[in-house]
């Protein structure tokens, strides 16, 4: 244990009173060399999503303005895909945890349907992955091409 000299750390240098007796020593704590530091299990974490959605066929001009107003309310969308009788959706959520990011996928499309007037499709696939499987699966070469540019494209 390490011991200072009274007052000396309570005043900080600048000559600020302290509560302590004088020749009262105070003990300080310390972290043991290798200790680690782990993250408490309830901060939020980024998850890797991927929503599909499908329904009747829908002109190609309003289901890509959809998606661009959708991007446009949410930034955090990576990529969206289309086609006139379905899409895919590919964003980050930070969450707690998968069940949390997956309620929120589930909500997305049809929280924003009428905001940003997306088709009224249903929500036919969804995949929550954590960070470490989706950067395992782009080393692997499996998932999206690394080349696949951000934004709203056709199939």
Same mark, same amino acid.
């Given at each position: 244990?390490?011991?200072v000299?009274?007052?000396a750390a309570?005043?900080?240098g600048?000559?600020?009173?302290?509560?302590r007796a004088?020749?009262?020593?105070r003990?300080?704590?310390?972290v043991?060399?290798?200790?680690?530091?782990e993250?408490?299990?309830?901060?939020?974490? =980024?998850w890797?999503?991927t929503l599909?959605?499908?329904?009747?066929?829908t002109?190609?001009?309003?289901?890509?303005?959809g =998606?661009?107003?959708?991007?446009h309310?949410h930034?955090?969308?990576l990529t969206?895909?289309?086609?006139?009788?379905?899409?895919?959706?590919?964003?980050?959520?930070?969450?707690?945890?998968?069940?949390?990011a997956?309620?929120?996928?589930l909500?997305l499309?049809?929280e924003?349907?009428?905001?940003a007037?997306l088709p009224p499709?249903?929500?036919?696939?969804l995949e929550v992955?954590?960070?470490?499987?989706y950067?395992?699966r782009?080393?692997?070469?499996?998932?999206?091409a690394?080349?696949?540019?951000v934004?709203?494209?056709?199939?």
């Amino acid at each position: 244990m390490r011991r200072v000299r009274p007052g000396a750390a309570a005043r900080g240098g600048a000559g600020g009173s302290s509560s302590r007796a004088a020749g009262e020593e105070r003990a300080l704590t310390s972290v043991a060399a290798g200790d680690r530091f782990e993250e408490p299990a309830d901060l939020p974490r =980024l998850w890797h999503v991927t929503l599909s959605v499908s329904g009747e066929e829908t002109p190609l001009k309003e289901v890509r303005r959809g =998606l661009e107003q959708l991007a446009h309310d949410h930034p955090f969308l990576l990529t969206s895909r289309y086609a006139n009788d379905h899409a895919e959706i590919r964003y980050w959520e930070e969450a707690r945890d998968l069940h949390d990011a997956a309620a929120v996928a589930l909500r997305l499309w049809g929280e924003h349907r009428r905001t940003a007037e997306l088709p009224p499709w249903e929500i036919v696939g969804l995949e929550v992955i954590d960070r470490e499987t989706y950067h395992h699966r782009l080393a692997e070469g499996y998932g999206p091409a690394p080349a696949t540019p951000v934004g709203v494209h056709p199939f």
